[in-house]
């Protein structure tokens, strides 16, 4: 049932949703791409409100930019421990969590691995891990900062498909999401003209730099598609690069804080987030390392590629986005 225009509680529907998860693989890694066709076939059997629900938000998306299921079935007892390291074995069993990323995400476009990111896993785990690159998921220390997912990467993910296995201990951990609709309504005419005209300088990740290419650069602009389409990153453009459009980004990131929605993730809950139209981020937590530690599932999702037809739970290569052009026109729209 939808609670709100983003959350839909789906407790009314364990038992379907039980029988349906039962008929997939055991040993998801095992054979990848076999298994997320399998868990396509599946989710046509999903309960209709849910499908539908998804389905709306594949169609429209909505003002929050994410949709939130709440109540799928979890055995929290059966649980291995918080992974410390990845990739996970590839015997490792299918998770609760695992397996309704696939049934939901599988109706929305096709799982996707990045061959630099993580040995390009397609199933990722997220958990605290000591030491962790500030910009990197695992960090737990400092606030993550906002982030559209790989937006300068031409086969850029359409969706996050995030679910939790285990909470924090300390109910710290917010992932906040803020949603273009939502931020250019505190923007003046002026300062969304420019975002729509001067392209921002953009670094990208450091699973992207290498010895051949240390800083790989492009230039995007933030809002495109009649300001229905966002590309945000609070590090990776700097503002001191950000030149004539220094002060519209500096109103952007001030409108993004201010409108962003912020939920703490709990055993059973999945985040669907519209990675074209938010930037998420996540607060500081604090992780004990026993095991038990905040433990998140997660695939990307692309829902189109331009040309080239989509195969499940394909590994993608690097490919920079070619630079956008400045706008040159001073017609204010
Ligand atoms: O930890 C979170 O809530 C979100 C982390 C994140 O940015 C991600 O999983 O992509
Ligand atoms: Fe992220």
Redesign the pocket.
Known sequence: MLTSTSTFDCTAYHGILSEVKAKLPLLPRRDLPEFFSHAAQLSDYLPVPLRQAVADFRRQGNDDGFLHLVGLPIDEDALPPTPASYPAPIDRELLDMEAWIALVGMRIGMATGYKENRFGTVF?D?YPSRGAHQLS?HNYDTE?RF?T?MAYHVQQPDY?V?ACSRADHERE???LITSVRKAIRRLSEDHLHTLRTVPLQWHVDIAFRNDVDPDPVTRLLLLTREDDLLRYDGSLILPSEAGEAAEALEAFSAAASETAVAVH?CPGEI?LIDNVRTA???TPFTPRFDATD?W?N?IFVRSSSGTSPMLHADVVPFQLRAPDQHTKSTLRV
């Open positions: 990722q997220v998921a993550l982030h997912e996050l995030i951990a917010k992932t993730l985040l998420h981020a996540r905040r998140l997660r």
